[in-house]
């Protein structure tokens, strides 16, 4: 099932529980606004070459629509489509106001020079400059796309309308970028985890922990747990796994990957296929990597008592159903990996008043918002008689609904 039909499934199962008009429903499943751009730049060679670009605002009834932009050669509407609509339900979650959006060129980024990137990124802001907006759409990065990428856009954009610091986040520092900013999802994992293990009466220094990819997000929340006296028992990335049963030394596999852009060949543990790391021997298994590695066909094999969803869409239908079965606990995307766009919005109210924090005041409220939304979450499912993921999708989808209504949208 792919993302954007699990997606709805959610979506129509939370609406059921909520009791929701079905002429609403139906209103806050299409998007507000499906933008396509083709964008053609001058290779370095001088040969023309065109991307298609694409931005997906789904809804704008709680605030400014906010997502990311990714730049990968699998993006298509479809998916566009369910990522802006998990970024509604998302923003709705932890309580800032926000709706969802999501963007996205076609492209191989790898395969482009830093030159070329930077002609795409602006002939891509030039064809959607006027349709999004400090107060319209905020993009943010994603997949193959940083912090540079938001300096170019902020450029672009302010071309037109002047200097414009609020109309990106995941800015560098230097350039109106918030501190905190880069550990924030890593940060709201890990935060998210300890609310879901206080709920059991346990602590992360208790528990032993699997890494599914290690990127930011998963070599942030490693860290962190790591500091914490979490025992990271494996982790995995695209170039291989490394496992210790005794707990992987973090800080030395960091420079180690940092040293030789792999995790092969490090001499604190001993090298696994990534395929088991998913069903390896631990407590806690956090997936940071790509949607869908959880499936019918292994979720069987799953060993870890607690799943917290780091990735989007990392767990499908057929896993979810086999594993709470098992009585594994899953933490849902649409909560667990909100820190980012939670400490993006600090970064926008920063911008606007033009007064910085520091970086303990961004962790401090960073807490204070996973934490609340954990708690809300619970009382969703104490309410509904839910799981996680559905006590998520109510909570979201009733706030979104909720201002719907409020703001009138029959008339």
């Known amino acids: 099932m792919n993302a954007l039909a699990a997606t709805n499934r959610n979506f129509r199962q939370a609406a059921r529980i909520l009791g929701l008009d079905s002429k609403l429903e139906k209103s806050l499943l299409i998007p507000f606004r499906e933008i396509k751009v083709e964008c053609t730049i001058p290779k370095d060679d001088g040969t023309l070459v065109s991307y298609v670009g694409f931005r997906v605002q789904h809804d704008n009834a709680r605030g400014p629509m906010k997502g990311g932009i990714r730049y990968h050669p699998e993006v298509d509407l479809d998916e566009v489509n369910a990522l802006a609509q998990l970024m509604t339900w998302k923003t709705a979650v932890v309580d800032i106001p926000y709706g969802g959006a999501k963007g996205g060129i076609g492209c191989v980024p790898k395969e482009l020079s830093k030159s070329e990137l930077e002609r795409l990124t602006r002939v891509f802001t030039q064809k959607i400059h006027d349709l999004i907006g ?44 918030s501190l905190g900013r880069e550990a924030a999802t890593g940060r709201g994992v890990v935060y998210a985890t300890e609310a879901l293990l206080a709920e059991h009466g346990k602590h992360i220094k208790d528990m032993t922990f699997t890494i599914q990819g290690f990127g930011n997000v998963g070599a942030w929340a490693a860290r962190i747990i790591h500091e914490r006296g979490g025992k990271v028992v494996a982790v995995s990335d695209i170039t291989g796994a490394v496992k210790n049963q005794n707990g992987l030394d973090i800080p030395a596999l960091l420079n180690h990957k940092e040293a030789t852009g792999t995790l092969a060949g490090f001499s604190g543990g001993d090298a696994m296929s990534s395929d088991e790391l998913l069903t390896h021997d631990c407590d806690v298994l956090i997936p940071c990597a790509l949607g869908g590695v959880l499936n019918g ?95 998520a999708f109510t909570l979201g989808v009733n706030r979104v609904a909720r201002a719907t209504q409020l703001r009138g949208w029959e008339a």
């Not at 994603?142 to 990106?168: C, P, R």
């Open 134 to 177: 400090i107060n319209t759409d905020v993009p943010a990065p994603d997949m193959g796309t940083n912090a540079q990428t938001m300096a170019w856009i902020l450029d672009e954009y302010s071309k037109f309308h002047g200097h414009s610091l609020a109309i990106v986040t995941g800015k560098p520092v230097d350039l109106g970028g």
């Open 297 to 391: 066909e292994n979720a069987d094999s799953v060993k870890a008592k607690y799943i917290v969803e780091a990735a989007n869409h990392p767990t499908d239908p057929d896993a979810d159903e086999i594993l709470s079965k098992k009585g594994a606990v899953i933490l849902p995307d649409i909560y667990a990996n909100a820190g980012g766009v939670t400490v993006s919005y600090f970064e926008w109210v920063q911008n606007i008043q033009g007064f910085m924090w520091d970086e303990e005041h961004v962790n401090r409220e960073l807490k204070k918002y996973m934490t609340r939304a954990f708690h809300n979450l619970k009382n969703m499912c104490q309410s509904h008689n839910c799981n996680l993921r559905m006590g």
